[in-house]
């Protein structure tokens, strides 16, 4: 990352994400990442957010060396609904996530549009700690399936497998903790992250209490000149509401 | 329905609910009724709500003839789980709904207990308006599905079917719903009441009106000294969701 780009536009603020399999935000281990980058996916004016125009951020993410999300290319709107299922049935069948759609001028607003299994994978995250997920968090994901199964005008024998993806994804997690409750285990998400001073764990661990989360830090074990730790993070919501209906009290 | 109960126990009160299918907030054609009949559950004492015992309960209802949901019996204890096993599949067959399991006492709080039919068909009307219905009372029955399959302790076999009908409860009413709007239908509800004046159907569509419910009065039928009249109930919530949804607006 070539830290010029600073000097150079300070008036430019980078808007990305932190990609690979040390951000414990995302479960997925998609880009080739061995820790965790940072990936750029617009760039805007600082203050009053105006986003550059794709065609001038792919050049000064190119002179900079940024790590940027993947770029599909342009397409015609016309062929827009017939090349993004193409993409789409292809990221879906290596597990990827799914698009944004970005008009080239950023001036209509983006559309994210995600493959039926990203919206799995995210439901099944979030009916394995179902009492601590967001309703609308589930349902905008299930209203995902409904819309795609329209848009691309599915037949019956390709709706009934995406019901049985849908009733999977919805019910196995669901069997799993209750059954794992049940046995006497508690339910808890396992994350870990790299830090070069331990001082940076003790203030995520206090960022984390602040927003209420409930976390156990494990000890720190030396990776190559850094510190690697694992957090599990106890879904209290869940194992307490499980706990609950197990002893018979009502939802 | 002998109303000297009221003189008889001006202490007591009825709890019950209006069974038929001219009830417009039961979807099910359960009991054998013609239009609506009062159905009691419980008899509770005026101010404290204390509810009488079972058996108190039973021995009046037969005296004075009043309609009762069905009632099952006493089960011993330990052979509750089983028993409702059993009965619970026996009225999920027919659609039914399920059984309220309670305390002969009336100490313990009660326990609803129901069907997957039931809740699958639930989940059917609440996905055809996705919208419209309160994200718990969408998440509660899916829920009591994961639980229902742990509790009878389901081999693969069973598990899939149960995976295959709830996908299909939720995703059928999902793709007929989304179709529905994109071919230029409005989403709406059926339900009809039947009343003798003339009077209480403006009385029920003030008091809708004050609930903001959004319907539509067909002209009122005589059917037998009575009126029947036909009411549409516009989901709005759903259909200018999915509207707008379908003209490229964001969840």
Redesign the interface.
Known sequence: MNLNFFKDFPELVLYGEMIGPDNLYISKDIYNVESVEFYIFDIREKNSGKPLKIYKKQKILEKYGFFHVRFFGEILLENVPREIEKIILELGEKEHEGVVIKDPEMVL?Q??YTSSQSNCSDLRHA?KF?NDTG??Y???R??R???Q??EWKENEEE??K???????S???P??E???GV?DGQRLYEEAKIRVRDLKTVKDFEDYLKRLGVDVIFEEPQVVEEEYLIKIKKINKSTNDKTQA?LQ?E??
């Not at 995406?162 to 999977?168: A, D, F, Q, S, T």
């Open positions: 607003s559309l994210k009916f179902y309703r609308d589930m349902l905008s299930i209203v399936e409904g819309f199964t329209v709706f009934k995406r019901c049985m993806w849908l009733g999977e919805i019910l196995s669901l069997r903790s209750i059954g049940k209906i018979g009502l939802w």
